[in-house]
Each structure stands twice: as structure tokens, then as C-alpha cells.
């Protein structure tokens, strides 16, 4: 009897002492306590709420960072989709780069909303896509649990799984994105953002229309800038302060604990890498140094290589920077258990569908799935849904 | 004594290096304000003499268009710092650099660098 109660207390203890999994919105576990104080108040910032006295407008698509990363808490997705628009000239006339994202011309975020001041000055509800746009893509809002050890992630890794030239005839080349100043991009469905803080900033500007000292001056109305007495917050409308404190939040959320795998899911996980998915997709990446220490030297199983692929002509919609139309950054699958809608529109909703629209460097790995006996097929699927 | 006249050379070496680089700016180019840009060169246009470059911070996207006088100095960090290149070099998607001023008449160009070329290859960040 005692001998069966010491075994009970002994089991007890070893199941306190194992960590809970994170809940989404949750921190990454080893903050410092000053980590922790910034983590919670940037998630002050990320989901406040701003109005055209505050900073808001006069184009934006959110009032807040929360409106749209909403579900099922902050950082997650939403149900908001987005505009961006570019032009593509495959054949380039004298002196331009072949993708123009329509920056002069108030692109490439198309915001679909404007104040009632901007309202009563133009009389438009949405920022006019321009003519000479050649795409416009729809954008559906990604979960960002995690994002912290992605950026975390040396460029020198990212670099090293390149074949921007398909040098191993695999069919499989994966090229870099850059952003403008030359900085390898990661960020983004289109990988054009070189880091989270940046991404941030640009989204304050592009999203909420709300200037911070990074980026100083109000998105134009597609080209025209925003009318005299439309916005009547003084720039910058948030502080680099505030600024960063969201990019605390957002660096520090922990990834979505994937869901325990089954036997079946288990089993996928073997079909997963047989029939070529980690190739792009690939399962873990390592975190360089940093002065953050639950970011340092982390694995994190991101299911992606940050790389450009060409996707196909089916998916295919805006450049951005080096990326084609057609070619888009390897999907993280971490969280996708979280998500009910997927690839960069939204246009499938089951995990099924969005295998089976892969195209391109993908067609081959989609191809050997739609011909996988049911059982694998549906044990590839227990896997990705519990991701 | 030896040690001295090592330091008077290399004083007077650095203050040569240093008047070099920083040419005394004519009085038609702006003083203040003045700013600096990095991004991509979107569009050159020789006979204007303008030069569009592409920049911003995320998804927060800017284009700036400078005037570039015949004068301004242009150089490429791979031929080396002291190399000179003309505007009509300059093709779009380099990465430059640009000092720039305001003038009532737009944004005017006093010191291009060319510092490398937006390419998906391996290379780490020019």
C-alpha cells in the first residue's frame, strides 16, 4: 500500500513537473522578468485601438493590430482580406525594373477603408487601385505565433538552402527574396520583409495608416497625398517606444504547440518527407545567436525554408522586389491546425484542396499525393492537421 | 621624434583622405535640409536626369525621385570607392545610396553610391 502510494506520488510529481504545451497568445517559456513586463505591455500596444484623433487613417485597413490578428487571441488570424496590387512587365521597357509595386502610385497595400474625413474630402470608401496595376492579389491575415524564432533565424541557414539556379536537378530551386536596400527578405507571403521590426513599422503605415519615426509620412491616396485637414493627428502618431514594444510582443509569442500525433499522423509524418514536401517545407530551422535567450540557438519546427518557389500560373497573382507573379515563400505549417482557411487567399479550405492547388516546383510532390493509396493520403493529412 | 613625424603624416594623410571624400559642396547644391536614402533603382531617365529609387520599411513602400545634377558625384563600391560612374550606368535594380537635399523644385541628388545589385543569389547582404 505504501509502496503503491510512494509509485502514485512519484507519477503526480513528474506530470507537474512537465510544462503544459503554449496556448496560443502565450509567451515563449524562459523570459527574463523584464521580458516578460515588455511582452505584456506590447500587447497593450498591439491591441489598441486608434482613431483618426489618435493616429488612425486616413487610408487603413484595421483600427488596431488585434482587429485583424484576433483569432483565437491576439496574434492569431482574421477574417479581414487585404488588397495589394503591382504591376508586372515580363518584357521590361528601357530603364525599369520588371516589377514595379506601384509605390509612386500609393501601392502596393490598397487599403479598403478611409476615415470620414478622407470620405468627405474624395469621396471614396477604399483606396482606387491604379490602371497601370497589372494584379491584384487577395491576402488573407496569418497567425504570427512563433514569428519571434523565425526572425531569429540566420540569414547564412536560410542562404544555405538555395538553388536559385536548380543546380541539383531536383526541379526544386528556391531563390532568396530581397528587400530594396539589398537585406534578405523573410516576411510576408512573398518573403519582401528582412525583420519583424521592420514588418511591424510597415504595417502601422500600410495597415493603420498610422505614422511611427521609422516611417514618418502617410501612405498617398494612389499617388495623391492625403488631402489638408483629413488627418489631424501630428506625425509621428506612435512613438518608436509603442513601436517597438509591439514588436516585443509579436518576437516574443510562443509557437502554437503542434496537436499530439496519432499512430495515422505518425505515419504521415514518414509520407510527409518520402513524397517531397520537406523539401520546401522544411521541418526545422535553427535560431542563431541572441540577446534574447529563449531565442537563442532554438530549434523551431517552422515547416518552411523562407524561400521563393513558382508555384504555378494557377496561383499566381503580384511581383513583389525579385518575386515573380507566380512564385510565393514556402508557407509555414507550424499552427496550421489553427487555421480553417489557406494559401495566401484563402481559396482552400481544407488541407486537401490546398495540396491539390500546388503547382509549378510543387506539381510533382502534388501529383505523387493525389496518386497516394487512401490510407497514406489520409495519414499525410492527420499530419499536416495536427501541425 | 620619429614617432612624431609618423603622427604628422599620418594627421595630415587622414585630413587629405578626409578633404577627398567630402569634396566642398558648390553653392548650387543644397545644404539643409538633407537626408539619405537606401533602395533600388526603380527608373533612371538620362535626359531628365532623375533617378527613381525604391524604398520604405515593410509593407510601407516609398519612391523617391531625386534630380541629379551633372555634377554629383556617383561612385560604385565595387570598382572601388574612389571610382566614378556616370548616370547612364546606373540600371534599375541596383541598390544605391544617395545624399540628398530639398528644393522648392523637388528632392536634388548630392552623392550617389552604387553599393551592389538586387540578385536572388547566395551572396550576403551588399
Known amino acids: 500500500m505504501n509502496r503503491r502510494r510512494c509509485f502514485a506520488l512519484v507519477a503526480l510529481c513528474v506530470v507537474a513537473a512537465c510544462p503544459r504545451p503554449p496556448k496560443p497568445g502565450d509567451p515563449l517559456r524562459g523570459l527574463s522578468r523584464d521580458e516578460r513586463e515588455r511582452f505584456d505591455n506590447g500587447r497593450a500596444v498591439f491591441d489598441s485601438v486608434f482613431t483618426p484623433e489618435t493616429g488612425l487613417g486616413p487610408l487603413f485597413n484595421a483600427n488596431g493590430c488585434a482587429e485583424c490578428h484576433e483569432d483565437p487571441v491576439s496574434g492569431g488570424t482574421g477574417d479581414e482580406v487585404e488588397r495589394h496590387a503591382t504591376a508586372f512587365h515580363a518584357v521590361v521597357p528601357g530603364g525599369v525594373r520588371m516589377c514595379d509595386e506601384l509605390g509612386a502610385l500609393g501601392g502596393f497595400v490598397y487599403q479598403n477603408h478611409v476615415t470620414p474625413a478622407l470620405q468627405a474630402a474624395l469621396g471614396i470608401d477604399s483606396e482606387p487601385v491604379p490602371a497601370a496595376a497589372t494584379a491584384v492579389g487577395r491576402r488573407t491575415i496569418p497567425e504570427i505565433f512563433g514569428f519571434g524564432l523565425l526572425d531569429a533565424v540566420p540569414d547564412s541557414e536560410i542562404l544555405a538552402y538555395a538553388d536559385p539556379d536548380d543546380s541539383d536537378h531536383d526541379g526544386i530551386s528556391g531563390r532568396p527574396n530581397r528587400f530594396f536596400d539589398g537585406r534578405l527578405g523573410r516576411f510576408g507571403r512573398k518573403a519582401l520583409v528582412p525583420d519583424l521590426r521592420d514588418f511591424n513599422d510597415g504595417a502601422f503605415s500600410a495597415e493603420q495608416g498610422v505614422t511611427t519615426p521609422a516611417v514618418p509620412t502617410e501612405e498617398t491616396v494612389a499617388g495623391m497625398p492625403v488631402p489638408a485637414g483629413t488627418d489631424p493627428a501630428a506625425d509621428p502618431e506612435l512613438s518608436d517606444a509603442k513601436a517597438e514594444l509591439a514588436t516585443a510582443f509579436v518576437r516574443l509569442l510562443a509557437p502554437p504547440a503542434p496537436l499530439k500525433l496519432s499512430r495515422e499522423a505518425q505515419q504521415g509524418r514518414d509520407v510527409f518527407s518520402r513524397i517531397g514536401c520537406a523539401r520546401c517545407h522544411r521541418p526545422t530551422l535553427t535560431t542563431g545567436d541572441n540577446p534574447i535567450a529563449a531565442l537563442r540557438h532554438k530549434q523551431v519546427d517552422a515547416y518552411t525554408d523562407l524561400l521563393l518557389h513558382d508555384m504555378g500560373p494557377d496561383l499566381g497573382d503580384i511581383c513583389l522586389a525579385l518575386a515573380t507573379p507566380t512564385e510565393f515563400r514556402t508557407e509555414p505549417l507550424m499552427g496550421l491546425h489553427l487555421k480553417t482557411k489557406f494559401l495566401h487567399d484563402g481559396r482552400a479550405t481544407t488541407v486537401e484542396q490546398a495540396v491539390e492547388l500546388h503547382g509549378g516546383e510543387a506539381a510533382k510532390a502534388r501529383d505523387v499525393f493525389s496518386a497516394l493509396a487512401p490510407g497514406e493520403r489520409a495519414a499525410l493529412v492527420a499530419f499536416l492537421k495536427a501541425l | ?126
Open chain 2, 1 to 126: 621624434m620619429h614617432r612624431l613625424t609618423a603622427l604628422s603624416l599620418a594627421v595630415c594623410f587622414a585630413a587629405f583622405a578626409l578633404a577627398a571624400q567630402h569634396p566642398s559642396a558648390p553653392p548650387s547644391r543644397p545644404t539643409a535640409p538633407h537626408d539619405s536614402v537606401r533602395g533600388a533603382v526603380s527608373a533612371v531617365d538620362v535626359q531628365a536626369r532623375t533617378l527613381d529609387v525604391t524604398t520604405g520599411v515593410g509593407f510601407a513602400i516609398r519612391v523617391v525621385r531625386l534630380q541629379v545634377p551633372a555634377d554629383v558625384p556617383i561612385t560604385d563600391r565595387g570598382r572601388g570607392q574612389r571610382e566614378s560612374m556616370r548616370l547612364v550606368e546606373l540600371k534599375a535594380g541596383d541598390i544605391v545610396r544617395a545624399a540628398f537635399g530639398s528644393r522648392p523644385t523637388g528632392l536634388v541628388a548630392y552623392a550617389i553610391e552604387r553599393v551592389g545589385r538586387m540578385a536572388t543569389g547566395v551572396d550576403s547582404t551588399p
